[in-house]
C-alpha cells in the first residue's frame, strides 16, 4: 500500500521489482548479525535497528500526512490507525529509554547545553541540506 502511495505513476510498475529485491535480501539480516555480534558485542545489533526504526517511523507520519488531506483525516480509519501506532510507539520509546538504568540511546544527554545546541543546528542542517 505504501508502495502505491509514494511512488509516482510512471515508476509504479518498477515497485514489484523493489520490493521482490527486498524480499530476496531479507534472509542476510541474520548472517549480517551473527557477523556482527563476533567482533562487537551483541549490543551492537540493537543500533542498527535504529535508522530504519526512525524511517518506519517517518513513513508513517509521511502517510499520515499525505494520506490525512485525501481522505478526510481523522475520518479515515487508515489514518487514526497509523496515528495511534505511531502515537504509542513514540511515547512507549521515550518512556523506556528515560527509566531504565542502561538504555540503548541516552537521551539524558540532551541535558547538556552544548550537546542539545550542536543536535538542534546539525537536525537544522540536515533538514535544509
Known amino acids: 500500500m505504501i508502495a502505491l502511495t509514494f511512488m509516482v ?4 510498475p518498477s515497485r514489484f521489482i523493489v520490493i521482490g529485491l527486498v524480499a530476496t535480501v531479507a534472509p542476510a539480516g541474520p548472517v ?3 557477523y556482527l555480534s563476533e567482533p562487537f558485542s551483541w549490543k551492537a545489533l540493537f543500533l542498527l535497528n535504529l535508522l530504519p526504526g ?3 517511523c517517518l513513513c508513517t507520519w509521511l502517510f ?3 494520506e490525512g488531506g485525501r481522505k478526510e ?5 487508515e489514518i487514526i490507525f497509523f496515528s495511534v ?3 504509542v510507539s513514540g511515547i512507549a520509546m521515550f518512556y523506556r529509554e528515560l ?3 542502561h538504555p540503548i540511546v541516552d537521551l539524558w544527554a540532551f541535558r547538556i547545553f552544548n550537546f542539545a545546541v550542536g543536535f538542534v543546528f546539525s537536525f537544522i542542517l540536515g533538514i535544509g541540506m
Open 9 to 12: 505513476a510512471i515508476v509504479q
Open 32 to 34: 549480517l548479525g551473527g
Open 54 to 56: 526512525f524511517l518506519v
Open 64 to 66: 499520515v500526512l499525505e
Open 73 to 77: 483525516w481523522f475520518d479515515s480509519h
Open 85 to 87: 501506532v505511531a502515537t
Open 99 to 101: 527509566s531504565i538504568e
